[in-house]
């Protein structure tokens, strides 16, 4: 077969699996449909259980009682899809992979897809009930405190995505050690740059306010330190079984 020839089935290969990527996601949202007011309630939950009383939500937009809803159901699909869609890129690349890449790219992939969830997770129970308890409690005297849904969903379709990808970071640590593009020691030793540079990621992907921003840059940190401790023990491993392979 001819590097054209490989060229072009890579590119029909590509163009299925994203086909599939998106028949699968709108499958998702079609199910999800005829819940969408009920799944925008459940999503809306934090926010409506700390409204000051006689308060509620209000829509500003002529179609955002529609609309948003239906951005929600979407949105919540691309989140649900994301093992779908990341075997997909998987399957897609794996055939280039030498055996121990393959390896140790498995157990990553699936780690990616648990703290992706792990991080939306944490945004919801955690992130959203701090916050938004909060920011009520801070409304300037005079001011009727009533959300907008369509304001309220950006907020968070942010935080969901913000903190999913924040709760990657040992996933990238891992990668940069394996890779060989740095070591545990000296990520390490940059341990106060990251400090500072986690809370500047956390002002960029957060709303503006200390809470949200302290409580996103923490948690990366922390994740920070778990990335050098495992990318530690996969390169002693992978040192330990060279030796081993290693001829006398």
Not at 14 to 31: A, G, N, Q
Not at 172 to 183: D, K, P
Not at 212 to 217: E, K, N, R, V, Y
Request: net charge positive; glycine share 6%.
């Amino acid at each position: 077969m001819t590097d054209q020839q490989t060229f072009v089935s890579h590119l029909i290969e590509l163009r299925t699996r994203l086909i599939r990527s998106v028949v699968f996601i709108l499958v998702i949202v079609i199910v999800q449909l005829p819940f969408a007011g009920k799944i925008y309630s459940m999503m809306a939950s934090p926010v409506m259980a700390y409204l000051p009383e006689g308060s509620s939500m209000i829509a500003t937009g002529v179609l955002s009682p529609f609309l948003t809803p239906f951005k929600m159901v979407f949105i919540l699909g691309i989140i649900i899809s994301m093992p779908f869609l990341l075997y997909q890129i998987w399957s897609f690349v794996s055939p280039g992979l030498y055996k121990h890449e393959k390896r140790i790219a498995r157990p990553l992939l699936f780690s990616s897809i648990f703290l992706f969830y792990l991080g939306c997770m944490f945004a919801y129970f955690v992130i959203f009930p701090i916050l938004f308890q909060f920011i009520p409690a801070i409304s300037p005297a005079g001011v009727n405190y009533m959300p907008d849904i369509n304001s309220y969903l950006d907020i968070v379709v942010r935080l969901f995505f913000a903190f999913g990808l924040a709760f990657e970071v040992p996933i990238a640590v891992i990668l940069m050690i394996l890779m060989g593009v740095t070591t545990p020691e000296k990520l390490a030793n940059s341990r106060p740059y990251v400090i500072v540079g986690v809370f500047v990621v956390g002002m960029i992907l957060t709303p503006p306010d200390l809470i949200s921003q302290t409580l996103m840059a923490i948690p990366m940190w922390l994740l920070f330190e778990v990335g050098i401790l495992m990318g530690r023990v996969l390169k002693k491993r992978r040192t330990d079984e060279n030796s081993i392979k290693k001829p006398d």
